[in-house]
């Protein structure tokens, strides 16, 4: 036979029906049916895979590439090495000191103030569009046009502009403030900002192009997010710099100008010194060329008074015998001087923030080593102070280390003053002496010699000057960057974005994984009964058998009939004789959860076939409040079971011939009356199946659904055994609880389900392929097409 028989699950009925056993449940969904349900449904999986194959396709297609634009930089660092050639040369002269690391450029190359300056100077606030088929493209270079700004307001909201050329002189320019036509290399006064638009020897590829205006700010920001600087490791001094851009050409010249500014900045940095100390001399030079200037027309004026021609001759031996003193006293008085000039300088407020002269410092250890921290620091602030604020914690730091120092300087300035005026104090003690010994000498000689002592004074302090100036210069022209460019900027060869690769397996994992999550989530938050563990895993009552989905004529079992689903039927009747194997006369009763699962269509169906065996069968429609059997079977229902318990009807005309087969009968249900259950509880009732019991070998009940009224219940005590109707994608799981209650508590004798209405494309777990290799070479149901069946068949299975 080809229908399962349910042995093992009917088994612990036979007998006297007195031993329940809950039967072993079912694990669950298995990788089987999972992989079974995929299968039933690959069309979807081809579709679904399709779709997102070509959507990433269209994706790549049309998607902006990402390049990578790379540059690596050297940079001097005292602890991890990285000697920039010719650095030995500014080392030797020991003018400027100016220590760096590696980390503090890097915080300067991610800086706001280079960027900004980039963005300025390319003008990348202004990006260039071509309008394509799909999406609008960005040009750059190579442009029939040259928008160049002569100034910028400094608020600019995002504003876009269309520009389209008007024959060979002219072009239209198209705004949010309307349209205005200009001549190429004219000046235009947009809200923006003044600009010129000139012509380039580029031709026009295009009707139109869009010009998209941003602020400087938001453009800043947008680069330094897509500017990445980082050191490869620890032990070496270099920095690597990369930047994502859509156009190879653009990023490189980004790039490029970043480090170019980077550089320069660099060398201002250290020119920012020598300027100090040149302006500091220039200064002075003024002020000693006018003293020294001063001197000499004294020097003129006195020798005119005295007519003096040859003063080095008569004072010949008073030169050679305080020569030496003067000499020495000489030294110290200008070292007085640079001292008191370098305290004025220091204790000058406006001077408070510049690096102090280190060319002009006097040999003194002590005050070498302060001037030396002073000006690394004051170099260290305004490095902060390009991506910090003053208020920063380290910045006012530094402050007060500055503040401290420089206190330090004023005290050691003090101090050597006062050791260099005790020193002139003992000189003029000796020249003093001396002097007692030339008081023969004339007046006017030794006046003439006071003038002349102050005029060697002065020019030393003037050639003194002039060599540390021509010395800050040289230092200045040798200055170099604290880094250099290793690898200039250049862009990689392919994108790095989209992933080619990546973006296709991934439409391919998609359009794989979106149909499965479909018919996964379905699955779980179906509430009907689609498959068998739905009844195994919420039920212990066992399946008697399944009837498979039908449309058309709704009574399949006919003589000649060799369907699948009368073949289903033929299986159900030889479960149920397994069933009721120790009972002579059986009474089996139907029922189901709630109307519309097929509980007339099985009772009807049950005993035509069990009629078909040779067997006297009663159909009796006990279903009083909306009965179905007698109307489809076209039989009249004027006189049935109500009249029958009422004592209108005899029992000889109450059991009428069905019309389905010549041993099976049918009681109909008759008029539906006002109180079907106090019917059902009248004494008639069981006089009727007595009476019903000795003419007949099968009684099939079809009664009312269960899980809505008692009839059943009521009609239990007059059946051997229960056929409870699930229908399959119908029956909602929760409601399988009812046969579980029923099966535990005994409250319905002998309980089997009978599975409906299943769908062979639906994945049910009970089907086994009816009507595919038995060769009946007779079926009644030939495949259509879906819209067709839905259009012109009646489905019966749930009537």
Request: with cysteine; hydrophobic share 40%.
């Amino acid at each position: 036979m080809p229908e399962h028989i349910f042995t093992k699950h009917a088994a612990h009925l036979n007998g006297n029906g007195h031993e329940f056993k809950e039967p072993e449940k079912d694990s669950g969904v298995t990788p089987r049916y999972i992989l079974d349900a995929f299968l039933r449904h690959w069309y979807l999986f081809v579709i679904f895979i399709f779709a997102g194959v070509c959507a990433a396709w269209l994706y790549l297609r049309y998607a902006t590439p990402g390049y990578k634009v790379s540059a690596k930089v050297l940079v001097k660092d005292d602890q991890k090495g990285g000697d920039i050639p010719g650095q030995e040369i500014l080392q030797q002269l020991e003018v400027f000191s100016n220590k760096s690391s590696v980390d503090n450029e890097v915080e300067i190359l991610k800086s706001r103030t280079l960027m900004e300056k980039v963005v300025r100077n390319l003008q990348l606030n202004t990006a260039y569009f071509a309008e394509g088929r799909i999406k609008e493209t960005e040009e750059y270079g190579h442009l029939p046009f040259l928008f160049q700004w002569l100034s910028l307001n400094d608020t600019i909201h995002k504003v876009s502009y269309m520009l389209s050329p008007l024959g060979v002189n002219q072009f239209q320019l198209s705004g949010p403030r309307g349209t205005r036509t200009a001549t190429w290399n004219d000046t235009l006064h947009l809200q923006e900002g003044v600009v010129t638009v000139s012509k380039t020897f580029v031709p026009f590829t295009r009707a139109a192009y869009t010009i998209k205006i941003a602020s400087v700010d938001e453009t800043t920001a947008n680069y330094r997010m897509l500017l990445d600087v980082r050191i490869p490791n620890k032990q070496v001094s270099t920095i690597d710099l990369s930047l994502d851009a859509k156009i190879p050409e653009k990023g490189e010249k980004v790039l490029n100008a970043l480090l170019d500014t980077y550089l320069k900045a660099s060398v201002e940095d250290k020119n920012r010194i020598a300027d100090s100390t040149i302006a500091f001399i220039d200064n002075r030079l003024v002020i000693v060329t006018q003293e020294l200037s001063g001197v000499e027309k004294n020097i003129q004026q006195f020798k005119q008074d005295n007519q003096l021609a040859d003063i080095d001759a008569q004072s010949k031996l008073l030169v050679q015998g305080t020569g030496d003193v003067h000499k020495q006293l000489l030294e110290q008085q200008v070292q007085l001087n640079v001292v008191q000039s370098l305290q004025q300088y220091i204790q000058d407020a406006e001077n408070s923030k510049r690096v102090v002269p280190s060319s002009l410092i006097v040999q003194d250890p002590t005050f070498v080593g302060l001037v030396q921290r002073y000006n690394t620091l004051q170099l260290e602030r305004e490095r902060l102070l390009l991506s910090s604020t003053p208020a920063n914690p380290v910045v006012l730091n530094i402050d007060q280390q500055l503040a401290g120092i420089r206190a330090d300087l004023v005290s050691n300035l003090s101090s050597l003053k006062r050791g260099i005026q005790v020193s002139i104090n003992e000189q003029e003690k000796n020249a003093s002496a001396l002097n007692q010994q030339i008081r023969q000498v004339p007046a006017k000689e030794r006046i003439f010699l006071d003038i002349s002592r102050q005029q060697a004074i002065k020019q030393e302090l003037y050639l003194f000057l002039l060599k540390k100036r021509e010395e800050s210069a040289i230092s200045k022209t040798s200055n170099m960057a604290i880094a250099r460019v290793i690898d200039d900027a250049k862009s990689d060869a392919l994108p790095y974005k989209p992933k080619r690769v990546l973006i296709l397996l991934l439409g391919l994992v998609l359009g794989g994984t979106l149909p499965a999550a479909y018919l996964y989530m379905r699955e779980l938050l179906s509430r009907r009964i689609r498959n068998k563990q739905d009844i195994t895993s919420n039920t212990p009552v066992p399946v008697l058998g399944e009837i498979g989905h039908i449309t058309g004529n709704g009574m399949i079992t006919q003589t000649d009939t060799r369907t699948p689903v009368a073949e289903q039927f033929r299986a159900l009747r030889t479960n149920l004789q397994f069933v009721l194997s120790d009972i002579s006369n059986k009474s089996v009763i139907v029922t189901s959860s709630m109307g519309g699962e097929g509980k007339s269509f099985v009772s009807t169906n049950l005993a035509a076939i069990l009629a078909m065996s040779g067997k006297k069968v009663v159909l009796m429609e006990m279903d009083l409040r909306k009965p179905t059997i007698a109307e489809r079977l076209g039989l009249s229902n004027q006189e049935g079971f109500s009249t029958f318990v009422i004592g209108k009807t005899p029992v000889d005309t109450l059991i009428r011939p069905s019309g389905i087969h010549e041993n099976c009968w049918i009681i109909s249900s008759g008029p539906i009356p006002p109180n079907p259950t106090e019917l059902l509880l009248q004494p008639r009732t069981a006089e009727l199946f007595q009476v019903l019991n000795e003419r007949f070998d099968y009684i099939i009940i079809d009664s009312a659904p269960i899980g809505l009224v008692t009839d059943a219940q009521v009609l239990t005590r007059f059946a051997d055994a229960t056929l409870y109707i699930v229908r399959h994608c119908f029956t909602f799981k929760h409601q399988l609880q009812i046969t579980k209650d029923l099966y535990l508590q005994r409250k319905l004798p002998r309980i089997n389900i009978v599975i409906n209405d299943v769908r062979s494309k639906s994945g049910y777990g009970y089907g086994y392929g009816y009507g595919y290799g038995y060769g009946y070479g007779h079926e009644t149901n030939v495949t259509k097409g879906l819209l067709k069946k839905w259009k012109k068949g009646t489905v019966l299975n749930g009537k």
